[in-house]
């Protein structure tokens, strides 16, 4: 565990999962703004994962530097081939070419495929039509309380910053080892293959010294999405994590204190062999159990409460609160003065 102090302020992020659409535009609104170099190409800083699914990279809980009980183990780099997965070229000039001609071509990788992001997309599992499901996990950098990948680092590269505990990578003194890559059990620390430095999501740390959200939540259609400082008892992040205690870490287990917090996903219920609903979840409580930690159950039954206190028209703060009326809610920032690694500007 890190023994740095702690930091003055924690900038964080909840995402109510209930609302999200799985339609990657926080992914493209990052991968636009941050990845376009050659060197991160096949990395996606925020990703949207279908879940239950491998997730991205393939399988990262297993092989991250945490155990399930939080013990700190070796982690691994994945493999670009079976856990970030290629990017791969198509025939499109093949398609267009049989226009016309008696044999029509379909598009299709001229490469063989193993895995790619969203390679398990929409698949869930379960047997239609009585218990089938998924739900969609957008992830991004934790920016944790004690981030693995900062000790990780023997060149003290990584930083986490005072003023507002963003995580970020100095590529000035990074030499590319790629021991923060091993260690992050969350498997969000990436390695520019062209500058052989680490890369990862800085929560959009331009944005948020001007007091504007990350793009990610800015650009999220389905409003599920809220920033703002765990303190500020006004701003959204405190009323969903202290307050109604409705947002929970991904894999808290892990000991290293995520700042990024879910809402967990209710599910419509099982159907019998006639069609007839059970009362049953579709999604397995022990499921959420694993991802969320042991508070899920009381969380649903908060959700559920106030859901039925809105429909018999009475008050919840909670609920207008995720119903996120105005986006512009969602969202309490301050513009605050910039900090590159420890100097203020």
């Given at each position: ?85 290629r990017s791969w070229s198509f025939n499109h000039k093949d398609v267009l070419a049989s226009t016309g001609q ?123 999405r809220f920033v703002g400082y765990r303190d500020d008892q006004d701003g959204p992040i405190w009323k969903l994590v ?104």
């Amino acid at each position: 565990m890190s023994t740095q102090t702690p930091t003055q302020r924690q900038v964080s992020m909840v995402l109510d999962l209930n609302k999200c659409l799985g339609c990657h535009t926080c992914s493209i609104a990052c991968k636009k703004m941050w990845n376009t170099d050659p060197g991160t190409d096949y990395t996606y800083w925020n990703n949207v994962e279908t879940m239950p699914g491998k997730g991205y990279p393939a399988n990262y809980p297993q092989i991250g530097g945490r155990t399930e009980t939080g013990e700190v183990k070796r982690g691994q780099i994945p493999n670009m081939d079976t856990g970030y997965g290629r990017s791969w070229s198509f025939n499109h000039k093949d398609v267009l070419a049989s226009t016309g001609q008696p044999v029509k071509l379909w598009i299709k990788p001229k490469e063989e495929v193993k895995w790619g992001p969203n390679f398990d997309e929409d698949e869930g599992t379960g047997h239609y039509p009585q218990d089938n499901h998924y739900f969609y996990l957008p992830r991004l950098c934790n920016h944790c309380t004690h981030p693995a990948c900062l000790d990780a680092c023997p060149r003290g590269a990584i930083e986490k910053r005072e003023h507002d505990g963003i995580v970020l990578v100095n590529q000035d003194r990074c030499h590319g080892y790629r021991f923060c890559v091993e260690a992050c059990p969350y498997k969000k620390v990436y390695f520019d293959h062209v500058r052989q430095v680490s890369a990862k999501c800085i929560f959009c740390a331009p944005r948020v010294e001007e007091g504007v959200a990350p793009a990610c939540a800015r650009q999220c259609p389905g409003r599920l999405r809220f920033v703002g400082y765990r303190d500020d008892q006004d701003g959204p992040i405190w009323k969903l994590v202290e307050k109604y205690q409705v947002a929970l870490p991904l894999h808290g287990e892990w000991g290293l204190g995520p700042n990024v917090f879910y809402v967990p996903p209710m599910s419509p219920s099982k159907m019998d062999d006639r069609g007839r609903p059970t009362g049953e979840p579709r999604i397995p409580l022990a499921y959420l159990e694993s991802l969320f930690g042991p508070r899920v159950k009381d969380v649903l039954n908060l959700l559920h409460a106030e859901r039925d206190k809105k429909k018999r028209g009475e008050k919840s703060e909670l609920m207008d609160l995720l119903i996120a009326y105005n986006w512009n809610d969602n969202f309490k920032l301050e513009p605050q003065q910039r900090e590159v690694f420890g100097e203020r500007h």
